[in-house]
C-alpha cells in the first residue's frame, strides 16, 4: 500500500504524471466494467490512490483538466474506428485549418470522380456524434493561441482573435478534382512561375541550399541552380527544403562552369543580379527588378568572385543597421525572392 502511495501520491503538478493516473484510472474503470474480479481484488488499494490523487493539490487540477479532454472522456479507439474519425473529427478537434478536414461526402466524391472503388471494411461513418459534439481541450486551444471557447466548429468563427490558418496546396494540385466538388473558395497556392531565376552554384552548405529551395518554391521561382543535384540525397538539404525540391525545377550548374552558363543566360536577354556588397551596390529597397532576372548569391564566406563579378549586371545589397556585416545566405536569398515576387505580384498572380 505504501508503494503505492509513494509513486501515485501527487507530490508534483507535472502534465505527464496526470497522464499516467488518468491512464490508469480508464484502465481501473475498464476492469470493473468487465468485472475482471481477480484484478480488482489484488490491486484494490490502487482505487484509493486514484481517488486521493484526484481530490488533493495541484494535481487534481491537472487531472480533472485531462478527465474532460475529449480523448479520454469519450474517444473510444474501436468504436470510433472510422474514416469520419480520421479525416474530419481527429483534425477538427486538432484545430487544423478547416480547409484541411474531409468531410465523408467530400471523401466519396473524390473517390466516385476518380472512380476509385473502396476497399476493406473500414466504416465511413461513426455509430454515435460525441466526436462530433466535443470540444478541442483546453491545452490545444492555449497552443493554438485562442483562449476563447470553441462554440461553433462547422461555421465561421466569430472570435476577434487572429489565429493561424494554413494553406492548402494539395487542391491545387488536383484541380480536376476540387472543381467538381463545393469547396469554400482559397487563394491561388501555386500560380504559374514567374521569370525569376535563383542561382545558389556558390553556396556549399545543405542547410542553405535547403532553406532557399524551400524558398524558392513557396514563391514560384522558374529555376533554382544547384552546385550539385547529388545535394537531393543529402538529409540535412531534405529537412530543410520539407519537399519543395519536388516541386520547384532545379539544375546543376557547377562552380567552374558557371560564367559560361551566366553569359549564356545574358545572351538570351536575362538581367544578371548579384547580391553582393561592393563600392557601386544599388541598395535593395531602391532597385526595380526587371521581369527576367537571375539573382547571384554568394558563397558563405568568399561571397561573389571578382572575376564573376565583373560579368553581372548590377550589385545590389540589403541596407543594414546593425553592427554584424551580413546576414546568413539563406535569408539573404529569401529576402532577394521575396523583394522579386513582391514587385511582380499582379503578373504572377
Known amino acids: 500500500m505504501w508503494v503505492l502511495e509513494f509513486y501515485l501520491t501527487p507530490s508534483s503538478s507535472s502534465a505527464s ?51 474532460n479532454d475529449f480523448y479520454f472522456k469519450v474517444f473510444h479507439p474501436i468504436q470510433h474506428y472510422t474514416l469520419e474519425t480520421i479525416l474530419h473529427d481527429l483534425p477538427c478537434l486538432s484545430l ?6 474531409l468531410t465523408i461526402d467530400f471523401f466519396l466524391g473524390v473517390m466516385d470522380t476518380q472512380d476509385l472503388p473502396l476497399c476493406g471494411d473500414l466504416p465511413l461513418h461513426n455509430a454515435d456524434q460525441v466526436l462530433a459534439e466535443s470540444l478541442p481541450a483546453p491545452w490545444v486551444i492555449k497552443a493554438a493561441g ?5 462554440e461553433d466548429k462547422d461555421g465561421p468563427s466569430e ?3 487572429n489565429v493561424q490558418r494554413k494553406i492548402t496546396p494539395w487542391k491545387s494540385m488536383v484541380p480536376e478534382i476540387t472543381a467538381s466538388l463545393d469547396l469554400p473558395e482559397q487563394p491561388e497556392t501555386h500560380p504559374s512561375r514567374g521569370a525569376l531565376i535563383v542561382v545558389a552554384s556558390l553556396i556549399d552548405k545543405p542547410p542553405n541550399l535547403g532553406g532557399l529551395c524551400r524558398t524558392c518554391e513557396v514563391f514560384s521561382v522558374k529555376e533554382y541552380i544547384v552546385p550539385s ?5 543529402d538529409p540535412t538539404f531534405n529537412s530543410l527544403s520539407q519537399t519543395a525540391q519536388q516541386w520547384v525545377p532545379m539544375k546543376e550548374v557547377k562552380p567552374d562552369c558557371l560564367a559560361h552558363y551566366l553569359r549564356t543566360l545574358q545572351n538570351e536577354g536575362y538581367t544578371l543580379v548579384a547580391a553582393e556588397q561592393t563600392a557601386n551596390s ?24 571578382c572575376e564573376l563579378l565583373q560579368l553581372l549586371d548590377v550589385c545590389v545589397e540589403i541596407p543594414q543597421t546593425g553592427i554584424i556585416r551580413s546576414l546568413n545566405v539563406h535569408v539573404s536569398g529569401a529576402l532577394f525572392i521575396w523583394e522579386y515576387t513582391r514587385q511582380h505580384l499582379k503578373k504572377l498572380a
Open 229 to 233: 543535384l547529388s545535394i537531393l540525397e
Open 96 to 101: 487544423l485549418a478547416d480547409d484541411e478536414w
Open 17 to 67: 504524471l496526470a497522464l499516467y493516473w488518468v491512464s490508469l484510472r480508464k484502465m481501473w474503470h475498464h476492469c470493473e466494467a468487465k468485472q475482471v474480479t481477480a484484478v480488482l481484488r489484488r490491486y484494490e488499494p490502487v482505487q484509493q490512490c486514484l481517488q486521493f490523487v484526484v481530490e488533493h493539490g495541484n494535481s487534481a487540477r491537472n487531472t480533472l483538466n485531462m478527465l
Open 282 to 305: 544599388i541598395k535593395l529597397s531602391e532597385y526595380s527588378f526587371p521581369e527576367r532576372t537571375v539573382v547571384i548569391l554568394g558563397n558563405e564566406r568568399e561571397g561573389i568572385p
Open 159 to 161: 472570435s476577434t482573435n
Open 146 to 150: 485562442d483562449t476563447s471557447p470553441v
